[in-house]
């Protein structure tokens, strides 16, 4: 598989030994160390903490990372195989100055990455991703003398710091009289422990599968619908409440209702919206290409959404700017700010779990008291020059659409809305349409695939 190391603004990411090696991991700490120099000036001593995923290259990798940190005279604290939120939470706790995570998420075993953090929890800003990238390409690394070198060290309080943060958001007693029967799969990512922790706490029965840290991915690790049939059948054997399924770093979440079926991805954050809604009125931030439910839950309340380019970090940095009670992304990502300001399938469960609690109502229920849109995503290859000619032919035929082109086009009609946006990763082109039925949504997909066969036959 001859793919390119992705250098982006949220981190690194490539095929472990073969564009991903312990010296580039290396000089990548080297480089986000020197960066931290820069920008952290007055402090005596800088740190970072470091979180992994469950993939047998994290280790390796973390290591190799922490070298380069120390190198340039970062300490490091190492807090072992832990969710991607639990980094941002003990960032802010230990006061460092930035954090690193490695992992790959969703993506197969054979894939790693660094994701990078600054001290306020999100992935850096454009300049600052640049900047790093500079210093990396470059190899301008101030290295430290040899009694300025960084040390490395390790804390394991994440487990019990996040869940006392989460749970501090709901009502832990009212959700344990309700004893739900869950079914958590944690595709032998980094979520399990901790998950199972949290969820004793709440007195759920749970029936854990591949909930065990080994980085060897039960099934395809997108917590989609096709990959979760496991779980959906261990729901319906179990006669379980609920089903949660979560990504290898446990930042995103998927739910299965208590019939054993997969409602989608998108019901996660509208779910947990529908909660945070019910207590209180505010606004609330999502990406153009996450479902109208949110719009539907907020606008009850007289609450705004704003609507960003699709990447967490703009979407966090949105909520701060704004002052949103609930946020995230309809890829089962959720943002509570008085968590962090990064995507936490933890905090999307216990938010579920108090819905349910309060309102005595089922999962499948619940779900069908929102939207009923219909959503479709497509893909189709196409390099920036290819993309640029299908938004443009799409802006002359969708004429009565309201236009929004901060990341690719959306387009909102009355009777739903298209997406169309490029990859920052790979030269393809997504196609995010939702509409009241299917048809409607089919005719809006079927009119840029004909745009996309007049342009390239
Ligand atoms: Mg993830």
Redesign the pocket.
């Known amino acids: 598989m001859a793919e390119q190391l992705i250098i982006s603004i949220s981190g690194m990411r490539g095929i472990v030994d073969e564009n991903l090696t312990a010296s580039i991991a290396s000089e990548y700490g080297c480089a986000f160390g020197t960066f931290l120099k820069d920008t952290c000036t007055g402090k005596q001593k800088l740190s970072v903490c470091i979180g992994t995923d469950s993939r047998p290259s994290g280790q390796m990798l973390k290591s190799a990372v922490i070298q380069g940190l120390n190198a340039v005279g970062v300490d490091a604290i190492d807090l072992a195989i832990v969710p991607?939120p639990s980094v941002g939470i003990m960032l802010r706790r230990l006061d460092c100055d930035g954090g690193l995570v490695i992992?790959a998420?969703?993506n197969p075993s054979q894939y790693n990455g660094i994701k990078l953090l600054l001290a306020n929890g999100i992935a850096p800003p454009s300049d600052a991703a640049e900047k790093i990238k500079k210093y990396y390409f470059d190899k301008q690394f101030a290295l430290a003398d040899s009694s300025n070198l960084g040390k490395a060290t390790s804390n394991n309080q994440t487990d019990d710091i996040h869940i006392a943060k989460v749970l501090a958001i709901v009502d832990k007693e009212k959700i344990s009289t309700e004893n739900f029967k869950v079914v958590l799969d944690s595709v032998n990512g980094a979520g399990g422990p901790i998950t199972k922790k949290l969820l004793a706490e709440l007195n759920c029965v749970v029936s854990p599968i591949n909930d065990e840290p080994n980085g060897l991915f039960a099934h395809t690790p997108e917590p989609t619908a096709e990959n979760l049939t496991g779980l959906c059948d261990v729901v319906k054997e179990q006669k379980a409440d609920i089903g949660f399924a979560q990504?290898?770093?446990?930042?995103?979440l998927a739910i299965v209702d208590e019939n054993g079926t997969y409602i989608g991805e998108e019901y996660t954050l509208a779910l947990a919206a529908k909660y945070i809604y019910s207590k209180k009125t505010g606004n609330a931030a999502t990406n153009l290409s996450t479902s109208r439910m949110i719009d539907d839950i907020a606008g009850k309340t007289g609450g705004q959404v704003y609507r960003t380019a699709v990447g967490e970090a703009n979407v966090a940095s949105a909520m701060m700017e704004n002052n949103c009670i609930i946020g995230g992304e309809g890829n089962g990502?959720v943002i509570d700010l008085r968590i962090g300001p990064i995507?936490d399938s933890l905090v999307a469960i216990v938010l579920v779990l108090q819905l349910m609690a309060e309102t005595g109502k089922t999962v499948s229920q619940l779900a069908s008291e929102l939207g009923d849109y219909y959503m479709n995503k497509e893909k189709f290859t196409a390099d920036k020059s290819q993309a640029q000619k299908i938004l443009d032919s799409a802006k002359e035929l969708f004429t009565d659409a309201k236009i929004d082109t901060t990341d690719g086009c959306r387009f909102d009609f009355e009777d739903g809305w298209l997406h169309l946006r490029s990859s920052n990763t790979e030269p393809v082109m997504r196609i995010i349409v939702e509409a009241k039925d299917k048809n409607t949504a089919r005719k809006y997909i079927d009119a840029v695939l004909n745009i996309r066969k007049k342009i390239f036959g």
């Open positions: 991607t992992t998420s969703h990504d290898p770093d446990a930042d995103r990502g995507r």
